[in-house]
């Protein structure tokens, strides 16, 4: 796999366990730092002001509640993420038109690929 990824600084936003350990260790593999991982948007919220990120993965549904508030700040900040869904992309592609979708179930080259083109 490509070395454009070394050293990239990774937030995980996840609320399944498996599905997060997973996203850790593909990002290993891809050369990637994991700045830290959270499973509640509360929690979330706290690393994207704190922690210092170059992409995150985002899933949009977090034990039922919405991560709506963490891709807008993810946005602001003007930190590039990645929606992992198991809905499809049109449910996020209306509030975010320029976000990479990736769905569930995904393969690491996927979210190489993804993580690729959210760097530009």
């Known amino acids: 796999m490509g070395d454009s990824l070394d050293g990239c600084r990774v937030l995980i936003v996840e609320d399944e366990a498996l599905v997060a350990m997973l996203l850790e260790d ?6 990637c730092t994991v700045a830290g991982s959270a499973s509640t948007v509360s929690k979330a919220l706290e690393l994207v002001a704190e922690a210092a990120v170059d992409c995150a993965v ?3 549904n977090l ?3 919405s991560g709506r508030p ?3 700040a993810l946005q602001a900040k003007g930190v590039p993420f990645i929606i992992v869904s198991g809905y499809g992309e049109m449910a996020v592609k209306d509030s975010y ?15 190489r690929k993804a ?3 959210a760097r530009g």
């Open 97 to 111: 038109p320029s976000a990479i979708v990736v769905g569930k179930p995904f393969q690491a080259e996927d979210l």
């Open 58 to 60: 985002v899933d949009m």
């Open 115 to 117: 993580l690729q083109q």
């Open 70 to 72: 963490v891709a807008d």
């Open 63 to 65: 034990n039922g509640e």
């Open 26 to 31: 593909i990002l290993d593999d891809l050369g």
